[in-house]
């Protein structure tokens, strides 16, 4: 396994410089102690934030572009290399204690974490989660989307629906003042009215001059935790929804997290920023399997003869 080339102008996380072998190093002082992480963000790093998360959209944008039936998941990894580094950023995930790709692209029963590989093309009826995380003006912006691959399964379709709107309920709660722990009970309580499984095994976090910092962003419900959100705190949410239990198991490769039971698990990601008045979504963008279920659904009327819909 060889990793692909990043040059030389273009800046480094620090876990990707050779020496630190993909550990991020933990920040210290002048004098070599500890320096507590804090990731409340103002002025002109929240400018560098903004920047890096927008980047990192057009990256995704332009990696779910590129999915259909036939294109393999490392081609998908060529767009997201070659749409960093265009953009003058680094792709967080290359190196990242040690995974070996730009991207990770998680299909059907992966959860997440799944390594882009010339070996498994897309197949008509597969749904694909695509994650891009990019290092740009020292922050990194860190968001994802699952697509369908040609016409899903009503499952499949049910399901990922599910989990976006899911993602943007947990985001809603998301205010200065109000507790950490709402974003995942709202979560949660959908999840459990559906008939779906939230995964606990992997959460979302704090972000910024670190890829992962706190605070840890569950999308369960964790009663006990009253921390309470800040303006100015930046974080991801990222809930991981499975169609049946909530059990995961860790590929040979050490990367790739599936469902135990094999069923079908969704995800999606914002990098958001608690403003004053709410959640900021430095990720923003349209929906791309909104715009596919829309041109599924005219192809579907075309067949039909259905006249256009009146405006
Ligand atoms: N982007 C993922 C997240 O949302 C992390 C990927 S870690 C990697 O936190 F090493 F697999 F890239
Ligand atoms: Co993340
Ligand atoms: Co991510």
């Given at each position: 396994m060889y990793y692909k080339q990043v040059p030389d102008h273009i800046p480094r996380p620090d876990y990707a410089r050779p020496e630190n072998n993909g550990k991020p190093r933990k920040p210290v002082?002048?004098?070599?102690?500890?320096?507590?992480?804090?990731?409340?963000?103002?002025?002109?790093?929240?400018?560098?934030?903004?920047?890096?998360c927008a980047a990192a959209r057009e990256v995704l944008e332009e990696v779910l572009s590129a999915v259909r039936p036939g294109v393999t998941t490392e081609e998908l990894d060529d767009?997201?290399?070659?749409?960093?580094?265009?953009?003058?950023?680094?792709?967080?995930p290359l190196g990242y204690h040690g995974f070996p790709k730009?991207?990770?692209?998680?299909?059907?029963?992966?959860?997440?974490?799944?390594?882009?590989?010339?070996?498994?093309a897309l197949r008509d009826g597969d749904i694909i989660n695509c994650d891009v995380t990019l290092y740009l003006e020292g922050m990194h912006g860190d968001c994802?989307?699952?697509?369908?691959?040609?016409?899903p399964s009503a499952e499949a379709r049910a399901l990922v629906e599910f989990t976006y709107e899911a993602m943007m309920a947990g985001i809603a709660m998301a205010k200065p003042n109000a507790l950490l722990n709402e974003i995942g009970r709202v979560i949660a309580a959908r999840a459990k009215k559906a008939g779906y499984s939230v995964v606990q095994d992997f959460s979302g976090h704090g972000i910024g001059p670190q890829f992962h910092m706190p605070p840890q962003v569950v999308h369960y419900y964790e009663r006990y935790n009253y921390q309470r959100l800040k303006e100015g705190m930046v974080f991801t949410v990222e809930p991981m929804i499975n169609a049946g239990d909530l059990y995961a198991r860790v590929l040979e490769d050490e990367w790739t997290a599936v469902t135990a039971d094999g069923r079908l698990?969704?995800?999606?990601?914002?990098?958001?920023?608690?403003?004053?008045?709410?959640?900021?979504l430095l990720t923003a963008g349209e929906p791309f399997f909104k715009r596919q279920l829309a041109a599924l659904d005219a192809a579907l009327d075309a067949t039909r003869g259905a006249p256009p819909e009146a405006p």
């Amino acid at each position: 396994m060889y990793y692909k080339q990043v040059p030389d102008h273009i800046p480094r996380p620090d876990y990707a410089r050779p020496e630190n072998n993909g550990k991020p190093r933990k920040p210290v002082d002048l004098k070599g102690r500890p320096l507590p992480l804090k990731n409340e963000l103002k002025g002109e790093a929240l400018a560098r934030m903004r920047r890096a998360c927008a980047a990192a959209r057009e990256v995704l944008e332009e990696v779910l572009s590129a999915v259909r039936p036939g294109v393999t998941t490392e081609e998908l990894d060529d767009v997201a290399h070659e749409g960093c580094l265009r953009r003058g950023g680094y792709p967080s995930p290359l190196g990242y204690h040690g995974f070996p790709k730009s991207l990770c692209t998680s299909l059907n029963e992966v959860i997440c974490h799944g390594i882009p590989s010339p070996g498994r093309a897309l197949r008509d009826g597969d749904i694909i989660n695509c994650d891009v995380t990019l290092y740009l003006e020292g922050m990194h912006g860190d968001c994802s989307e699952t697509v369908f691959v040609g016409a899903p399964s009503a499952e499949a379709r049910a399901l990922v629906e599910f989990t976006y709107e899911a993602m943007m309920a947990g985001i809603a709660m998301a205010k200065p003042n109000a507790l950490l722990n709402e974003i995942g009970r709202v979560i949660a309580a959908r999840a459990k009215k559906a008939g779906y499984s939230v995964v606990q095994d992997f959460s979302g976090h704090g972000i910024g001059p670190q890829f992962h910092m706190p605070p840890q962003v569950v999308h369960y419900y964790e009663r006990y935790n009253y921390q309470r959100l800040k303006e100015g705190m930046v974080f991801t949410v990222e809930p991981m929804i499975n169609a049946g239990d909530l059990y995961a198991r860790v590929l040979e490769d050490e990367w790739t997290a599936v469902t135990a039971d094999g069923r079908l698990s969704a995800q999606f990601e914002h990098t958001i920023y608690i403003g004053k008045r709410g959640p900021e979504l430095l990720t923003a963008g349209e929906p791309f399997f909104k715009r596919q279920l829309a041109a599924l659904d005219a192809a579907l009327d075309a067949t039909r003869g259905a006249p256009p819909e009146a405006p």
